[in-house]
């Protein structure tokens, strides 16, 4: 184990760089339609990540390793295994970030893209 995480396509091509963790990743899951990961290890936490490996927020925090991750399909729940025997589910919220500006609308997309919408043109801006 070399406390590392790295994202590859079916194909075999990485996926952006490795990420240095600092701890021994457990277990990986995606949800959100795979916009979204949660990885726990031995940090003894289950952590929210981008589908691009940019860690977003800790979901929960245990007192031993998280041996697994689960979320609920279609929903912003993620069930927490741990090496001590316990399970908790936790309930995430996806707040949407707004806001106006002239005829300048701005928003939120997928947790850290923010879209620039010119509200006369409807021309968009993405930025990354």
Request: glycine share 8%; charged share 25%.
């Amino acid at each position: 184990w070399d406390q590392t995480l790295s994202l590859y396509q079916l194909s075999g091509r990485q996926v952006g760089k490795d990420r240095r963790l600092g701890y021994d990743p457990c277990c990986v899951a995606y949800f959100q339609n795979g916009e979204y990961m949660c990885v726990g290890g031995s940090d003894r936490k289950a952590t929210l990540w981008t589908k691009d490996g940019v860690a977003l927020a800790p979901v929960c925090e245990r007192g031993d390793w998280v041996w697994c991750c689960k979320p609920r399909p279609k929903h912003n729940y993620v069930a927490v295994g741990c090496n001590d025997g316990t399970i908790a589910m936790y309930q995430l919220q996806f707040n949407t970030v707004h806001g106006l500006y002239q005829e300048r609308y701005a928003y939120r997309h997928f947790m850290t893209d923010v879209i620039v919408q010119h509200l006369l043109t409807d021309d968009k801006v993405r930025i990354r």
